[in-house]
Nanobody, 116 residues
């Protein structure tokens, strides 16, 4: 059974940094692209970043390019999101997800709030 657990969210001020952690289980972690999404109230969930099976290729939303870094550790079934120079628009619930075809599973997410 696929499970993910996100952590690391917090209340921070603009310009500060956070590192999110996702621990996954129940599937062959190294066989799937992993992604971070975020959801803001009254908006659709958006893809923030994704990373390929081996970690060699990462893609980012334009809004976070140059500020966020996604990485993964296939030996520990973990994926990370380093978020630098945070802005108020980064506020939301962040979810990690294995990009398994036809899988509609979401973990509990972790809340990130950027506010002065």
């Amino acid at each position: 059974q696929v499970q993910v657990e996100e952590s690391g969210g917090a209340l921070v001020q603009p310009g500060e940094s956070l590192r999110l952690l996702c621990i996954a289980s129940g599937f062959t972690f190294g066989s799937y692209t992993m992604a971070w999404y975020r959801q803001v109230p009254n908006k659709e969930r958006e893809l923030v970043a994704s990373i390929s099976l081996g970690g060699g290729v990462a893609d980012y939303a334009d809004s976070v390019q140059g500020r966020f870094i996604i990485s993964r550790d296939n030996t520990r079934n973990m994926v990370f999101l380093q978020m630098n120079n945070l802005k108020s628009d980064d506020t939301g619930i962040y979810y990690c997800k294995p990009e398994i075809p036809f899988l509609d599973y979401w973990g509990p997410g972790t809340q990130v709030t950027v506010s002065s």
